[in-house]
């Protein structure tokens, strides 16, 4: 079994902060009637942003990411989503 970190806790809780600013926005906008994703569909906003927006990708990245892009810690404890590799056995153990 092979466990790998690929998100630090900083990462997963700026993460979760805008997720909830915009998927959950969308759902409070929209009456809380559809799911967030299902939202982001009807609205194409899951093929990335519209073409007359895609000028500003790069400010928005760098200010979502701010402090937290190339934060690599090592440790388990500084980590916040872990990818673990197993393998099932065949056979008697």
């Not at 990411?65 to 008697?92: I, P, S």
Request: net charge positive; proline share 3%; glycine share 12%.
């Amino acid at each position: 079994m092979t466990v790998s970190a690929y998100l630090t806790r900083r990462q997963v809780r700026r993460w979760e902060f805008w997720s909830h600013w915009t998927g959950g926005l969308l759902y409070r906008l929209k009456g809380r009637q559809q799911k967030p994703i299902a939202i982001q569909r009807s609205l194409g906003l899951r093929r990335g942003l519209p073409r007359r927006l895609r000028f500003l990708s790069g400010s928005i990245a760098g200010t979502v990411g701010a402090g937290v892009f190339g934060d690599q810690r090592q440790e388990m404890e500084a980590n916040g989503c872990f990818l673990v590799l197993a393998k099932k056995r065949t056979g008697n153990p």
